[in-house]
């Protein structure tokens, strides 16, 4: 097995030598330590060595070559064996090793599919893009993970063909901000607060600063309108056995439990063992996908005097009309006294609204984002109204259902409505509750 | 142009000023009869004499202190400081002193002198043989440091720093010495300080670097080209004053920098020109300044394949380089 000896670094800042002698010649014998050649360089002459003991078999570099540090001069055939011991030590560590070639690329095929770095722009590449009014959704990325470099920025510039921005609304962009808690939300539409409406003060006017809470309304309202396609149907229920029960049991309940009786949890109960029916209901727009949610955890609107929240009943199907009329005065309460947790207002899947509160009979409710609907419940007001083919005083409800038409269909919205409608008006006087 | 090796062009600068300056000396250890250790100083002292070449005692303290009285009084004299890890014990004078006379004194005095220092390792010098220390003093106002990397730069340089009023730190990359050889002008020249130069144009990845490593991008640079990877690097020849112009021209080339340096990475130049960069070239970023230096260890090891693995080379740059062009 051959060794190679290579030129010796021979000095601080020395780079090269010259072989000036070769002292031994190829065929001659050599015992390890034992000086080959004489060499100059610019500062020193000196010998070189044999790193190991056996035969020299090459000369590489002539008599009168310079050659770098580090390169081969002769080969020396190691003798005897137990020669991976006696492996020469490079003469040299300083030279510059040449770049590995044809190292892999880091570009292989498994990265061609990744997008992760898709979205992260650099500051040029935004910046380019806004200069440009370049749409960066739209644009091929060749960096590591799909990022689109200012390269590419650049080459669409260039070409002059690109795609222009005002495609996707700003709501759109909002809508991605998904499943946030919700401090407020449901009712009247609210102002949007990112554009300055171009409004003019008159004297005598009163200008009121926005509370966080009023820009949180106004913007989550914005976004469900922009984002949602809302669709609305109502349908009316006659509840006039609900309003004797209740009438029936209001006052033992209050003795008994402490608290009101009111028609929340009737509604919420009718509510909750149709969305059981219908789990479309119950579910949430994914973009490319409809989540079905198993837990059926109920937003209910609680209004106070300047804001309006939406508290959640977590795992409403689990509950009774009194566990029920129990949750959602407690969260009543709390909203009142302003104690709402973040955990209170996270988690809804679906709105029970009950603008019937305030004297309301019907409504158009904004969609609790991003919820696929909600149902208010307007007041209960007596009706002459064609009963057993009789003119009768009955007691009618109208129920208001607003809805995510990405979600939902009107077949659909209707039978669940249809199922609500049936539950309530199954109620009698003397219903266990 | 003939063609001249790195240390030679330091010879050439000091025996042409001399010739053309009476009030320039050499001064150093082993400076005059020996030739100095690198042979900067070779032939000097047959040729202006033992006044003018000056072998001193193995006092760096006052090596400097020397130079200092010496220029403040009107000379122009060129110390050595035989390795730059041997400045330590002259730090004092040169903070202390010779950069902060021409402030203290307001204007009343100044140090023209320049004090030379070889550096860096990959000799296998070890400890006391391979530091890097510009960054001991970039961030010392009153000193220009000035750190070439061709032979031409050399030379250039080196006149330009004697000519220069007030104290200049001349950092010559020793294995640059005999590795690195160049054309220089056989008419007289200079380079000015505080300029950086573009080395080669490209449109992928910025380098900027200085010294040693410079060579290091401009071979990764030749190899990547065969990739389709186009490396456009910068010189910065002079680190204080830093040519921030020449910075953030080079970063606006392409918005991808990596900064070379053979200094530790913590504390060494590359940060501070990072630092420049985010602040006033934000928005031509395409990815993080990146940095390829030194490991944070405490000495240049003597162990073959330790100091191997301390040192970059073009290996490690090619790959710096090529990660940021992926990016």
């Excluded at chain 1, 992760?116 to 440009?132: D, F, G, I, N, W």
């Excluded at chain 1, 949180?216 to 669709?231: F, G, L």
């Excluded at chain 1, 939902?408 to 006087?429: N, S």
Aim: charged content about 25%; proline content about 6%.
């Amino acid at each position: 097995m051959a060794t190679d000896i290579t030129m010796p670094q021979l000095g601080e800042s020395v780079t090269e030598g010259t072989i000036t002698k070769w002292l031994k010649q190829p065929g001659d014998s050599v015992s390890k330590y034992e000086p080959l050649c004489e060499v100059a360089t610019d500062k020193v002459n000196a010998e070189v060595p044999a790193t190991v003991a056996g035969t020299l078999t090459e000369i590489v570099t002539g008599e009168g070559q310079t050659v770098e540090v580090g390169e081969i001069i002769c080969r020396v055939a190691e003798a005897g064996e137990g020669a991976d011991h006696e492996k020469a030590p490079p003469a040299s560590f300083a030279e510059e090793e040449p770049p590995a070639a044809g190292k892999e690329r880091a570009k292989s095929d498994a990265d061609a599919g990744d997008s992760s770095m898709k979205r992260r722009y650099s500051p040029a590449v935004l910046r380019l893009a806004q200069e440009h009014a370049i749409d960066l959704e739209q644009v091929e990325g060749t960096g590591k993970g799909g990022r689109i470099t200012r390269k590419d920025i650049q080459k669409l510039i260039d070409s002059g063909e690109f795609p222009q921005t005002g495609a996707r609304s700003e709501a759109a962009q909002k809508a991605e901000k998904k499943e946030e808690p919700q401090p407020a939300k449901t009712g009247q539409p609210a102002p949007a607060q990112q554009q300055q409406p171009d409004v003019q003060t008159e004297p005598g006017d009163k200008e009121v600063p926005l509370s966080s809470v009023r820009k949180t309304i106004a913007q989550r309202m914005v976004t469900s309108k922009h984002e949602a396609p809302h669709a609305w149907t109502m349908v009316q229920a006659d509840v006039t056995g609900l309003v004797k029960l209740r009438g029936k049991r209001k006052e033992d309940f209050k003795k008994r439990e402490g608290i009101s009786l009111t028609y929340m949890p009737f509604f919420i109960k009718a509510v909750v063992d149709s969305l059981k029916e219908f789990p479309y209901l119950n579910s949430v727009w994914g973009g490319d996908r409809i989540i079905l949610k198993k837990r059926i955890n109920i937003s209910i609107a609680v209004a106070t005097e300047d804001a309006l929240y939406v508290p959640v009943i977590k795992n409403a199907d689990e509950k009774s009309i009194l566990g029920l009329a129990k949750a959602v005065h407690r969260l009543a309460e709390k909203t009142r006294a302003g104690k709402l947790t973040m955990e209170d207002l996270s988690g809804g899947t679906f709105t029970v609204n009950n603008t019937g509160s305030f004297g309301s009979v019907a409504s158009q409710p904004i969609i609790n984002h991003p919820q696929a609907a909600i149902i208010s419940m307007e007041s209960i007001v007596k009706q002459p109204v064609i009963h057993d083919d009789m003119i009768a005083v009955r007691d009618l409800v109208n129920l208001c259902l607003s809805l995510d038409h990405r979600i939902l269909d009107g077949l659909m919205a209707g039978r669940f409505l249809k199922r609500v409608k049936e539950r309530l008006e199954a109620y009698g006087p003397d219903t266990p509750i | 142009m003939p063609v001249i090796s790195y240390i030679e062009a330091v010879t050439q600068a000091l025996r042409e000023e001399m010739q053309r300056d009476e009030r320039v000396f050499v001064l150093g250890e082993d400076v005059g009869v020996r030739g100095g250790v690198f042979r900067a100083t070779a032939g000097l002292i047959e040729e202006f004499g033992p006044e003018r070449v000056l072998d001193t005692p193995l006092t760096e303290s006052a090596i400097a202190g020397v130079s200092i009285g010496a220029s403040v009084y009107g000379m122009r004299p060129v110390a050595e400081m035989q390795f730059a890890d041997f400045i330590m014990p002259a730090v004092n004078q040169i903070v202390s002193e010779a950069a902060k006379m021409r402030y203290r004194s307001n204007n009343s005095w100044h140090c023209p002198l320049v004090i030379r220092a070889p550096y860096g390792g990959g000799v296998h010098g070890a400890l006391y043989h391979s530091q890097s220390v510009e960054k001991i003093f970039t961030g010392v106002p009153g000193l220009k440091i000035v750190t070439p990397s061709t032979p031409h730069d050399v030379k250039g340089l080196l006149i330009s720093a004697i000519r220069d009023e007030d104290p200049v730190l001349f950092f010559e990359h020793k294995r640059c010495y005999r590795l690195i050889k160049g054309e220089v002008p056989e008419e007289e020249y200079t380079v000015p300080i505080g300029k950086a130069e573009v080395k080669r144009e490209g449109t992928d990845v910025t380098v900027i670097s200085y010294g040693l490593t410079l060579h290091f991008a401009l071979k990764a640079a030749e190899e990547l080209e065969k990739e389709g990877i186009s490396v456009h690097v910068l010189d910065l020849r002079t680190l204080i004053p830093l040519d921030k112009e020449a910075v953030l021209e080079a970063v606006a080339k392409t918005g991808k920098v990596l900064i070379i340096h053979e200094d530790n990475l913590t504390g060494g130049f590359g940060g501070e020109v990072s630092a420049i960069i985010s602040e006033q070239a934000f928005f031509e970023l395409d990815a993080p300044v990146r940095r390829l230096a030194g490991p944070d260890v405490p000495a240049m090891p003597y162990s073959p394949p330790l100091e191997k693995e301390f040192m970059l080379n073009p290996e490690k740059v090619t790959n710096a380089i090529r990660e940021l062009a992926e990016f």
